[in-house]
């Protein structure tokens, strides 16, 4: 029977603690991620029910704090904690009293003070979220994307994503797949690297599974410096895309075509594009991802879009299932905090 | 030698110390009669109703000179005011620092430079003043250059930003050397720079942070080294802080160019590693850089390629910092941890320096670039500061005990801004006394007025 409540037992305990926060995917690590996934699974079950929500949260307050304009991961993120009972405050840039000219430092206090247990952060700076993990006395803070740092929600749902299309094919449960499904997995990842939150975010993931992680960019939107970054780098898309078991396209934003990136749109789509071309030289089981919004027509032909190994619209869905496991792993196993008593909460970096 | 700053009269004897200055080191007791120094030897006797102070354990040094302060006033006193600054300089055990023209409005007119030099008269550090090269540092034109070097402005600077244009450079080259006045200048050539809030590199790839690479700073340093073989006016480089640039000025000298060059401390204490926590105080311009750029400016400071080490003491108001890291302003104080951040990194147990070394970087090497020391004519009325400590000197001096240990607490600075790096850090080597022209004004690290 399809019930409001979870029966009991049937939302797996914690095994790996994460957090406080959740502010880069190098906080999670193999064993963090691992852990995000599996729980994911169970409340993908949970989406597939008549009533897809059950009393985890209930008490809690969620507020997303959206300084930069979204739209997928701010419904997605509230759809998760709605689904998990919570209450949901929604604070945006263009109707709050930043526009007055309130700081960045007096809104995460001013909204804590309400008796939030966690922002959901979007900024474009890098490092906002890092900062208001630091200014925060009691809340749990999740990096919702900052700048060209990182958006690490998106990587986890894109690995969630890559590993239940690896299941179904074998006939199996993701669960029993494990992370051993991205051991040596071929990871292309295709595009604006250099201006690219979810790269970063991706670079660190699959690596931390285990996969091989190729970039295909041209040099102007590569990272100055690929130091320390677990990676190979080809320049050639046509000589790399018939290896790779996924290929991860990125959004060129229009601006970055304007001639001081890359010469024009119509060149990177002919050297680093998904054109329909191209999308023949794919094997027969890469999966195809993207974070959305995608431009048809510059990053990925409109027919590719389309291809069955194309998982945009399933990556959208398996978001809501990951960011409920995020949220749960961080909030669900602690008492809700009392707003005169602040938690202890280590500083963050 | 007329001085326009009074002295303080009475007497003091500074005992027990040993004295360090461009002739050498001794033990020795120092006596100040109303504000010069009156004898310097061993065991001096006490006058009666002398002051004293005591210097066992410590060096007893010329008073500190910055060739690089940013006072704020006019136009940002919520940050700094040449009191709340002089007060942290004292504390640093400077005597003399030079106010950095980028105020609102700038120190582009001999008013604006007038009301500051007139601020510093009471205060208890001295204050001499940069001029802009350019009018309002918009780079467009030239600034009075030749009234404000009748108010004895020697150094002019558009700093905060270089001057981009090649040409105006150029002619504010060939206008100074016919002053007799040097222009300094901070290397940025900003198409290069290209909006970065860190250095380009490593760390900000990872960071997703906009970076600003070495040879924005290199490339304007090239530019300039050829404008000066070019007009043969002298320059000073500001704030060096790239291996690549420290080589450039190293060969320029060897040429025989008229250069010198200052390093500031956090760009041979920090490096970019420590921004990746975001926090907006190690937002800085020029940038924390590489480790290896750490090392060259080290090895420029040991073999003289760069000639002093000067604060770039930058106030900003709490409330501007605490802003994301891109939206932050640049700049970090540094007046009151100068000197000891310099012994600890450079004088410490594996230091390449000896403290004395280390002096000279901060005492006669500066004040011969601001043209502060006894035998420059003018110094635009102020005392002489740098010089030996010999009888008829200004008693200007700056007591240091190397072997303390310390650590810079934020609330309690003397700044009206609380952005220091080093909070927490420990540091070798803290300042016990500063003697402004004779008058004690820190005693046992705490400032007197």
């Not at chain 2, 002739?23 to 002398?50: C, K, M, N, W, Y």
């Not at chain 2, 905060?160 to 105006?168: A, F, M």
């Not at chain 2, 590199?201 to 300039?224: K, Q, T």
């Not at chain 2, 070798?428 to 004690?440: A, F, M």
Request: charged content about 20%; glycine content about 10%.
């Amino acid at each position: 029977m399809s019930g409001t409540a979870l029966e009991a037992g049937s939302i797996p305990a914690p095994r790996a603690s994460i957090g406080p926060h959740l502010l880069s995917i190098a906080d999670l690590g193999h064993d963090g991620i691992a852990e995000i996934l599996r729980v994911a699974e169970a409340f993908a079950e949970v989406e597939r029910r008549a009533i897809p929500k059950v009393p985890t949260l209930r008490g809690r307050v969620v507020a997303t704090l959206f300084f930069e304009e979204s739209t997928r991961t701010r419904l997605s993120f509230e759809t998760a904690a709605k689904r998990l009972s919570a209450d949901v405050l929604s604070f945006s840039v263009s109707t709050s009293s930043v526009k007055k000219g309130e700081s960045l430092r007096d809104t995460v206090e001013t909204v804590e003070a309400m008796g939030i247990d966690t922002m959901i952060v979007r900024h474009s700076s890098a490092g906002a979220p890092a900062q208001v993990a630091r200014w925060a006395k009691r809340s749990r803070v999740i990096n919702a994307g900052d700048g060209w740092h990182e958006h690490p929600t998106q990587a986890l749902l894109d690995c969630f994503t890559v590993r239940q299309v690896l299941a179904e094919r074998q006939g199996r449960d993701p669960g029993e797949l494990g992370t051993g499904c991205f051991e040596g997995l071929s990871v292309l990842i295709v595009g604006d690297i250099r201006h690219s939150r979810v790269a970063r975010s991706a670079v660190l993931a699959y690596n931390a599974l285990g996969a091989r992680v190729t970039l295909v960019a041209p040099g102007s939107l590569l990272p100055p410096s690929l130091e320390g970054w677990p990676v190979e780098v080809a320049t050639d898309l046509d000589a790399a895309i018939g290896r790779a078991d996924v290929v991860s396209l990125l959004r060129l934003q229009a601006e970055r075509g304007s001639g001081s990136f890359v010469p024009s749109l119509r060149e990177y789509t002919a050297e680093w594009g998904l054109t329909n071309e191209r999308a023949r030289l794919l094997g027969p089981d890469t999966i195809v991802t993207h974070p959305g919004p995608m431009v048809r027509g510059v990053e990925i032909a409109a027919d590719v879009a389309e291809l069955a190994n194309t998982v945009v619209t399933r990556q959208v869905t398996n978001g809501v299932a990951v960011r409920m496991a995020v949220l749960f792993l961080l909030l669900g196993t602690d008492p809700p905090a009392a707003p005169d008593e602040p938690r202890k909460v280590p500083a963050h970096g | 030698m007329a001085e326009d700053v009074g002295v303080a009269t009475g007497r003091l004897l500074v005992r027990g110390g040993e004295v360090v200055d461009a002739t050498g080191s001794r033990r020795a007791d120092v006596l100040v009669i109303d504000g010069v120094v009156e004898e310097v030897g061993a065991s001096l006797a006490t006058p009666a109703g002398a002051t004293v102070l005591d210097a066992e354990g410590a060096l007893v040094s010329p008073g500190l000179v910055d060739l690089h302060t940013h006072l704020r006033q006019p136009g940002r006193e919520e940050a700094e005011t040449v009191e709340s600054g002089a007060r942290a300089a004292a504390l640093g055990g400077y005597t003399a620092v030079v106010a950095m023209p980028n105020t609102e409005p700038a120190i582009d007119s001999a008013a604006v430079a007038r009301q500051v030099l007139d601020l510093g008269r009471g205060a208890p550090c001295e204050v001499a003043v940069a001029g802009a090269i350019t009018a309002g540092r918009r780079g467009e034109a030239l600034a009075p250059m030749a009234e404000l070097a009748h108010l004895g402005v020697v150094l002019f600077t558009d700093d905060g930003t270089g001057v981009q244009d090649g040409s105006l450079m150029r002619r504010a080259l060939d206008y100074a050397r016919g002053l007799g006045v040097t222009l300094a200048q901070h290397c940025e050539d900003e198409s290069l720079a290209c909006g970065g809030v860190m250095h380009e590199g490593a760390w900000s790839s990872r960071l997703g942070l906009p970076g600003m690479p070495s040879v924005a700073e290199e490339a304007m340093v090239a530019r300039d080294l050829a404008l000066v073989r070019l007009t043969g006016a002298p320059m000073h480089f500001l704030h060096l802080s790239t291996a690549g640039s420290i080589e450039l000025v190293r060969q320029a000298k060897a040429e025989g160019l008229p250069v010198t060059a200052e390093a500031a401390p956090h760009h041979f204490a920090l490096d970019h590693s420590v921004v990746a926590g975001y926090d907006p105080v190690f937002r800085v311009n020029p940038p924390l850089r590489t480790t290896a750029d750490v090392a060259a400016v080290k090895a420029g400071l040991v073999d003289g390629t760069i000639d002093a080490v000067a604060t770039d003491h930058a106030p900003h108001a709490p409330e501007t910092k605490d802003a994301p890291f891109d939206q932050a302003p640049a700049g970090m104080l540094g007046l009151e941890s100068a000197l000891a951040v310099a012994l600890t990194e450079l004088a410490g147990p594996d230091g390449p320096l000896s403290a004395r070394e280390v002096l000279a970087l901060f005492t006669w090497r500066p004040a011969a670039i601001a043209r502060l020391g006894p035998n420059d004519e003018r110094r635009g009325g102020h005392s002489a500061h740098g010089g030996p400590i010999v009888p008829g000197a200004a008693a200007n001096l700056c007591v240091v005990d190397p072997a303390v240990r310390w650590e810079v607490d934020p609330a309690s600075l003397a700044s009206r801004s609380r952005n220091t790096p080093y909070a927490g850090r420990p540091l070798l080597g803290r300042v016990r006394h500063t003697v402004l022209r004779g008058e004690p004004v820190v005693v046992d690290s705490k400032v007197q007025r």
